[in-house]
């Protein structure tokens, strides 16, 4: 499981004195432990993989605003918070192979015009999560249903 992983990654940057591979993974088994205390469950690999698709997407949006304030100090520490979480993260997929997927779900749905969006994007969620930009995804399946 992807919570082991990062429990004994977290254990050899311990060890091996990583102060900023243990701070990140700190911070990822937080978000992992804040949610489980929030749901009262233990989370599966797809609940995990969300909380870190949903950690990048904050520090790029992070990295974005630091840059337009000329903090790059804080925007390179962000960049490297992303790298190390990506690392726990599957491949991730080409432009042109999100593009084949959803062209499949949308041949395999039937969807015809924009009213079919979310059948079209709850399809895909199982099968980009952590593997593409959903915001991406939604852009592009919105544009090949209007047209």
Do not use: C, W
């Not at 432990?33 to 870190?52: F, P």
């Not at 062209?103 to 015809?112: F, M, R």
């Amino acid at each position: 499981m992807l919570k082991d992983q990062l429990f004994d990654d977290q254990k050899a940057a311990m060890k091996g004195g990583d102060k900023p591979r243990l701070a990140t993974i700190r911070l990822i088994m937080a978000a992992i432990k804040q949610q489980e205390v929030d749901t009262r469950k233990d989370l599966s690999d797809d609940d995990v993989l969300s909380i870190l698709t949903r950690m990048v997407k904050q520090r790029r949006d992070s990295i974005d605003q630091y840059s337009k304030a000329g903090r790059n100090d804080l925007a390179d520490q962000e960049s490297a918070e992303i790298a190390i979480i990506e690392h726990y993260l599957p491949a991730q997929l080409s432009p042109e192979e999100v593009a084949g997927i959803i062209e499949e779900v949308i041949a395999a749905t039937g969807a015809a015009g924009p009213k079919d969006m979310g059948k079209v994007m709850g399809q895909l969620k199982s099968k980009l999560q952590g593997r593409a930009d959903m915001g991406a995804a939604s852009a592009l399946v919105r544009q090949k249903l209007a047209g």
